[in-house]
């Protein structure tokens, strides 16, 4: 029987997806890259990473007690957010903010209630531990916080004109618990899926030079393309079902809130998925060895997708020439459409110019492992 050469390619696309899968079975190494890796990333980032500060422990200086000072100090140990401790004096504060006992500072001065009393604009003092920067900036802005809020009961207890106290009357959108978990858990299912994309790939070609196999494979009739899509398809499912799984414990087990499409979030993961795979492809073609290319694949796709990419440090914070470097990094257009689609929605003005961009950088990548793969053993 006769086979047409459209046949002919499907039987060998079919017959090398087939090859890669029983390899894909046969090596419990990909299987635990797709599928224990994001378990065990997803359970060390959503419970032992937070950027949100609880019990903080702050030390109150109150050098004239009284009912409102008494008052004060009683909101503070109310919050989550602090656990007071009494200090005799400022100075003793210090002593223990240096210790590393405290990691903050309340002071309220002699003529505090005083000047409260009189509207006078009475003031506190704050001093806070600052060698953890975050930590700092995260802390002043909850004292400050729970400052404004007692001074706003504080006039509406004492029914004072509005004129003697400027409100903020603060609201915060998309997260509006300010949890560190629903920002982080999206932008590490990038991380998670750039590792799996890369890793996986990165060590398929270099394998089969290593094995001796790639040799037997050149003088088969198998063209270049039907050899790379045979290596591709395979991966880019195992891949998307890690991504399904790790999705669906983002939701459930650690409670992210999926605002957009379900759809929408399969499309965009599904380019960057094929963008990950080529770089990983890309990576193995060139290196031919399983070392150097997990160890490349670590470097110039995991870090960059790890630090630059919006993750967990703001990029807009970053030196204006590692902000040009981070245009290049896959992972920053994916980071953006994740917790775009996870905490706002379907916002259409940043899902579509950064899935754009992820269209570009994956056709652009394909072209590039097509070049540099070839039928000869050189």
Do not use: C
Not at 323 to 341: D, E, G, K, N, S
Request: net charge positive; charged share 15%; proline share 4%.
């Amino acid at each position: 029987m006769a086979y047409s050469n459209s046949q002919l390619a499907r039987k060998r696309l079919t017959g090398m997806v087939r090859k890669e899968s029983l390899q894909i079975l046969r090596d419990p190494s990909s299987i635990a890259i797709a599928f224990v890796l994001p378990v065990v990333m997803l359970f060390l980032f959503g419970y032992g990473v937070s950027l949100d500060a609880k019990d903080v422990r702050i030390g109150f200086v109150i050098e004239s007690p009284d009912s409102e000072t008494s008052n004060l100090y009683a909101a503070f140990g109310q919050s989550d957010y602090f656990d007071p401790r009494k200090f005799r004096s400022i100075q003793a504060a210090e002593q223990a903010l240096l210790a590393h006992q405290i990691d903050g500072i309340v002071w309220l001065q002699s003529d505090f209630s005083r000047r409260l009393h009189a509207d006078l604009g009475a003031s506190i003092g704050v001093i806070i531990n600052g060698v953890d920067a975050n930590q700092a900036r995260i802390t002043e802005g909850y004292i400050v916080g729970a400052w404004q809020t007692w001074l706003t009961h504080y006039t509406e207890r004492r029914g004072l004109p509005m004129a003697f106290l400027i409100t903020l009357d603060q609201r915060i959108w998309f997260n509006p618990a300010v949890n560190s978990r629903d920002f982080l858990i999206p932008g590490l299912i990038a991380v998670i899926m750039t590792l799996i994309g890369a890793l996986l790939t990165a060590l398929v070609v270099a394998r089969e030079w290593e094995r001796g196999t790639m040799e037997a494979l050149l003088v088969t009739p198998i063209h270049v393309y039907e050899l790379l899509l045979g290596k591709l398809i395979p991966y880019f499912i195992l891949g998307m079902g890690g991504m399904l799984m790790t999705v669906a414990m983002a939701i459930w087990q650690f409670g992210v809130p999926l605002r957009g499409s379900f759809l929408v979030l399969m499309v965009a993961s599904a380019l960057f998925m094929l963008v990950a795979l080529a770089m990983g492809l890309l990576i193995s073609i060139i290196a031919k060895n399983q070392f150097v290319a997990g160890q490349v694949a670590i470097l110039i796709t995991f870090l960059p997708a790890f630090i630059l990419s919006g993750f967990i440090f703001d990029i807009n914070s970053m030196p204006a020439a590692v902000q040009w470097i981070t245009y290049i990094v896959p992972a920053r257009y994916f980071v953006a459409i994740l917790q775009t689609i996870f905490l706002a929605g379907n916002v259409w003005t940043v899902i579509l110019p950064n899935a754009a961009t992820l269209v570009l950088m994956a056709f652009v990548l394909l072209m590039l492992v097509r070049r540099k793969a070839s039928k000869r053993l050189e």
